[in-house]
């Protein structure tokens, strides 16, 4: 990655922290803020926490397509304006409503896809991967440090000060955006990082794909649910007021991270990804369950604590494998749009475990919504055990065109096909008509990098 890719890389990875960090920032507080208002409800709390990812699902997608035709740089900074005038909303209301409102206007700006079609254009194919790395470890590192600093934040700013904040992340991440962030010389369609609207259906339809959408719908839809109650159980149980949370936050955060390493290593071997995927749904489940009963009745403090320390290993482990199992599974001329269902349905599950983890705490409490959402995790874990484990293969990108932009003759260009197909660990060649682009699945051990390396230099 030389100098000007590892720029514009970390430049548009702040960013996309900057934003996950507004969003993930009120997840510990706000369910004890919304509880306040005096209209409020269990559903209407959990309506308020999960509304935002409602809108962030049905608008990922057309953001990112609009920006194939407008730029990337007008849709991120439409994007990051709403999402700024939505937190000053929140920050301003004085009902549940408007509250509500100023949620749902935060997640209208939905530009993850835009950014990753940004970071797309303005780095080589061959960088691709670890650029998209770099991007997802950040965003990974502030959902860890919004959870462990919110309650701190909240004590020195109060809830609304969180969302004025947020606020001022997005003008921050709008003035990186136009300085630190060059201007690509052109808008191109990248398949395997962008979604492309003819596509949707197909991934949609893809068994493997379609289990890990479930699995990440699962997954949120549990996160957001368990912390539509755990504050109030935290204040309940442990009679600790919300300023003190963070002596709870902080440290299971940390040492999660410490019970999540040696999964995650273990990753690296292509061979235990399906054990491991399991393994984590299992430890889920189990952390779900010793919510439930830590929950129940007067509450056992010691043990709601063990589960929710279980709770962050194995959410950890699997917010880590999901989006490289994606990657692994979707078609390689498809990688884009497969990533932008999921990232779709990631938000939609968070709405979903918002208004339905409030529903269901509303009439059978915190121990009821607890064993509910186990309930849900142990289809998920079902799901595994009865399907085969996935085809995994990783992806390369391939530019068929000369260095000087000349299209390639057919025949030559069917040439290079054939000698990329009969290169040793690729698996499949796919070359769509009218694009100078050959989009590989290969196995990277058995990949002969040096054949496939002279290929791409003839």
């Known amino acids: 990655m030389n100098s000007a890719e590892r720029r514009a890389v970390l430049a548009l990875s702040t960013i996309s922290s900057l934003r996950i960090f507004g969003l993930f920032l009120l997840l510990p507080v706000l369910s004890i803020y919304a509880a306040r208002y005096p209209d409020s ?28 035709r407008i730029g990337r740089k007008p849709v991120i900074t439409a994007g990051l304006v709403i999402f700024a005038i939505g937190s000053v909303i929140a920050a301003l209301s004085t009902s549940l409503e408007w509250l509500i409102v100023g949620r749902a206007i935060q997640g209208g700006g939905a530009v993850s896809a835009a950014v990753l079609a940004l970071v797309a254009d303005l780095t080589r194919e061959e960088q691709r991967g670890k650029s998209m790395a770099i991007i997802g470890m950040g965003i990974g590192s502030m959902f860890l440090l919004s959870i462990s600093v919110a309650t701190p934040l909240a004590n020195v700013f109060g809830v609304e000060g969180l969302f004025w904040l947020t606020a001022i992340s997005a003008v921050l991440a709008i003035a990186i955006l136009h300085l630190a962030v060059p201007t690509p010389d052109s808008t191109l369609l990248h398949r395997d990082v962008a979604p492309v609207w003819n596509q949707v259906k197909d991934v949609l339809l893809d ?106 290993v194995g959410f950890n482990v699997l917010e880590a494998m999901f989006p490289s199992l994606v990657s692994r599974v979707a078609p390689a001329a498809s990688k884009g749009s497969a990533s932008g269902v999921y990232n779709s349905i990631q938000f939609f599950g968070i709405f979903t475990g918002g208004v339905g983890g409030g529903l269901v705490a509303q009439y059978f409490g915190s121990s009821g919504l607890f064993w509910f959402v186990g309930t849900v995790m142990f289809g998920w874990l079902v799901s595994c055990q009865l399907l085969t484990p996935f085809k995994l293969a990783s992806s390369r990108v391939i530019n068929l065109g000369s260095e000087s932009g000349e299209i390639l003759s057919d025949s030559h260009r069917a040439s290079l096909i054939d000698k990329l197909r009969n290169v040793r660990g690729v698996q499949e060649v796919t070359v769509l008509d009218g694009e100078q682009i050959a989009y590989l699945k290969v196995d990277d051990k058995e990949l002969d990098t040096d054949a496939l390396f002279q290929l791409k230099t003839t």
Do not use: C
């Open 207 to 312: 068994k493997q794909l379609l289990r890990l959408d479930l699995g990440i719908f699962v997954l949120h839809f549990t996160m957001t649910a368990v912390f539509v109650v755990l504050p109030a159980e935290l204040v309940r149980i442990g009679e600790l007021p919300l300023v003190a949370h963070w002596k709870v936050y902080l440290p299971v955060v940390l040492l999660s991270v410490i019970g999540m390493s040696p999964l995650v290593m273990l990753t690296s071997r292509t061979h235990f990804n399906y054990r491991i995927l399991k393994v984590a749904s299992l430890i889920v489940l189990l952390s779900l369950i010793g919510l439930a009963i830590a929950t129940a009745g007067e509450g056992r403090y010691g043990v709601l604590l063990f589960a929710l320390w279980l709770y962050f």
């Open 41 to 68: 409800t269990p559903f209407t709390i959990g309506l308020a926490m999960g509304i935002y990812g409602l809108t962030q699902a049905v608008l990922q997608i057309p953001f990112g397509l609009l920006s194939d």
